[in-house]
């Protein structure tokens, strides 16, 4: 669910109310985190110092809600539950130009591991919507779910 908070742009907390022994409930009282998802919250916050300083946003909510980030420069594709095993690599148009160039890396937002694709995408436009990589491919994937793209420009391009 941060995920999904994050790429929509707005900012989630962790409000897990477990019996406690103490009857201490964290939402209210703070304490220790208990469970799997502290050490996922932290790989996504990892993510996000990585980003740029000023944040991200969603790039096109309308069209494409599952990407935030910050046109031109920094994209994140969530693909949430869904089980892609690839993904026609396209950005929406907002601030891109031909021939901008861009790394792309593989989030497994569960396993927490980050796996760089072996290639770099250089952009085209498409149509007036959308660029895509000039050779037209795709980023193959696991086929698992909570998976997740880190699409970051290349400087100097």
């Keep these: 669910r941060f995920w999904e ?8 907390g962790h ?3 477990y019996l406690h022994p103490e009857d201490i409930l964290w939402w209210s009282k703070g304490g220790v985190l208990h469970g799997e998802s502290p050490q996922r919250i932290a790989f996504l916050r990892d ?7 000023e944040g991200i946003e969603p790039i096109d909510k309308w069209q494409y809600a599952n990407i935030a980030g910050k046109a031109g ?3 994140l594709v969530y693909f949430g539950s869904e089980r892609p095993k690839s993904w026609r690599f396209f950005l929406p148009r907002h601030e891109l130009a031909d021939g901008m ?14 796996t760089p694709v072996e290639w770099e995408a250089d952009v085209r436009a498409e149509s007036e919507y959308v660029f895509v990589d000039k050779e037209d ?14 699409i970051t420009r290349v400087e100097g391009e």
């Design 47 to 53: 993510v996000l110092e990585s980003s740029p300083a």
């Design 137 to 150: 491919r795709e980023v193959e994937l696991p086929g698992k779910p909570w998976m997740a793209l880190r």
């Design 15 to 17: 409000g897990e109310c």
């Design 73 to 75: 420069e920094y994209y």
């Design 5 to 12: 908070c994050i790429i929509a742009g707005t900012y989630p």
């Design 101 to 114: 160039r861009f790394r792309i890396e593989i989030l497994d937002t569960w396993d927490m591991t980050i």
